[in-house]
């Protein structure tokens, strides 16, 4: 069964701030984040193992919850840049393929 | 090679057509994965193959699909008897240890079955 995430869309101006979730039915190993940008293959920017760790890249950071089978992306001070689908890919045990959300729209504009 | 390559990156078949979809995942990835995605849609899971064990094919969608990765590398993705729902970007993509690592996908291969 798929991840839900939430919200469907966004819309941001630039330097706001935004939050993606991404919630499971099942028991979690890994949360996985991608950024797809229109026409291009999605790119890779984190993964989290359970543990409840929490990465971040410069302005974005993700949380891992195990108990709650949920994670979220933080995006900060948002650039042009960030604009994409983001999807998020989870894995119930190690070494399994990703299971991955209906993704989540974000548009950054001037 | 640098990374993931996929081949053709587009193709337009009739309806009924065998087609054949190519993956050159990135040297020394053991993992090799599958996926489809429809038009503002996500990825769908098709097939993944991990080192020289045996494929885990649950996801795909019927037998009229197939998949086989030779010699541990290159992968064929074959669709028989294309149908217009087939109609989709199927993306490849190569991790090192599907463990802790990312996937690193193609560009995928855009399918118009007409």
């Known amino acids: 069964q798929q991840p839900v995430q939430s919200p469907q869309a966004v819309i941001l101006r630039e330097g706001e701030d935004a939050v993606i979730n991404c919630s499971s039915s099942k028991a979690l190993y890994s949360v996985h984040w991608y950024r797809q940008k229109h026409g291009e293959a999605p790119v890779f920017l984190m993964i989290l193992l359970k543990g409840g760790e929490q990465k971040g890249h410069e302005k974005i950071s993700a949380s891992f919850n195990e108990k709650k089978q949920q994670s979220s992306l933080y995006l900060t001070a948002s650039q042009l840049s960030y604009s994409g689908t983001y999807f998020c890919g989870t894995g119930p045990n190690a070494g399994n393929m990703l299971t991955f959300g209906g993704g989540t729209r974000l548009m950054v504009k001037p | 090679g640098a990374g993931v390559s996929q081949s053709p990156s587009n193709k337009v078949t009739e309806k009924g057509k065998d087609v054949e979809l190519r993956c050159d995942p990135i040297?020394?990835?053991?993992?090799l994965y599958w996926y489809r995605q429809s038009l503002g849609q996500g990825l769908e899971f098709l097939i993944y193959?991990?080192?020289?064990?045996?494929?885990?094919k649950s996801g795909l969608p019927s037998d009229r699909f197939s998949a086989e990765r030779t010699g541990g590398s290159v992968s064929t993705l074959t669709i028989q008897r294309t149908q217009q729902e087939d109609s989709a970007v199927y993306l490849c993509?190569?991790?090192?240890?599907?463990?802790?690592?990312?996937?690193?996908f193609g560009s995928g291969t855009r399918l118009t079955v007409v």
């Open positions: 040297s020394g990835h053991t993992a």
């Open positions: 193959f991990q080192g020289n064990s045996a494929p885990d």
């Open positions: 993509a190569s991790s090192s240890r599907p463990k802790n690592y990312g996937y690193t």
